[in-house]
């Protein structure tokens, strides 16, 4: 059963730091895409990075560069680096897994499974 | 930036057919997918690469996908089927891609 766990999130002023973390388990991990995607409560859903089994990453252009995604394989885990945090970054944060193991085929990948999310509040 | 499109809201009798679209420039030449989203839970992939449909979710849930136009369907629509719905697609310089969702109604 494939499971991803999210951890990390919390209260953090404007301007503030937060590292998010999501261990999976249940596959093989270093062969599919993982995601971000993000959902004020209420509002839709909002992609925000994702890094696929090259290690190729990409990000939402939103985001202006203050957000960082990374993979570690050996632990199974993928992170996401929130820099600069604004009142509006405020969201669930879910860790998602791709269900394509194709090589540098983004477009023929899909949001398979998603963790339970991690809440961001940022807020002074 | 590429750009999708749905109703904000779709209303259905419990039993009849529900068809909710999402709309996009050349949208049939991408792969579509289609979440639920129920509130306090995770979302949930109903539909992929069109029609493509995961083993745990009932039959009575479909796609299609052609021109500027996917559809998702649903038959025999249930009361426990209320949810929010968007669709999804990769584009290649907007990469992931989100409609802003549809409220399905069972009533």
């Known amino acids: 059963e494939v499971q991803l766990m999210e951890s990390g999130g919390g209260l953090v002023k404007p301007g503030g730091s937060l590292r998010l973390s999501c261990v999976a388990s249940?596959?093989?991990?270093?062969?599919?895409?993982m995601y971000w995607v993000r959902q004020v409560p209420g509002r839709g859903l909002e992609w925000v990075s994702s890094?696929?089994?090259?290690?190729?990453?990409y990000y939402a252009d939103s985001l202006q560069g203050r957000f960082t995604i990374s993979r570690d394989n050996a632990k199974s885990s993928v992170f996401l680096q929130l820099s600069s945090l604004r009142v509006e970054d405020t969201a669930i944060y879910y860790c998602a897994r791709g269900g394509s193991t194709l090589i540098r085929r983004p477009d023929l990948d899909w949001i398979e499974s998603w963790g339970q999310g991690t809440l961001v509040t940022v807020s002074s | 930036s590429f750009e999708l499109t749905q109703p904000p809201s779709v209303s259905v009798s419990p039993g009849q057919t529900a068809s909710i679209t999402c709309s996009g420039d050349y949208l049939g030449n991408k792969y579509v997918s289609w979440f639920q989203c129920k509130p306090g839970q995770s979302p949930v992939l109903v539909i992929y690469q069109d029609t493509k449909r995961p083993s745990e979710i009932p039959e009575r849930f479909s796609g299609s996908n052609s021109g500027n136009t996917a559809t998702l369907t649903i038959g025999g629509t249930q009361t426990l089927d209320e949810a929010d719905y968007y669709c999804q697609v990769w584009d290649s310089s907007t990469h992931v891609v989100f409609g802003g969702g549809t409220k399905l109604t069972v009533l």
């Open positions: 890094v696929d089994r090259s290690t190729t990453v």
């Open positions: 249940g596959f093989t991990f270093s062969q599919f895409t």
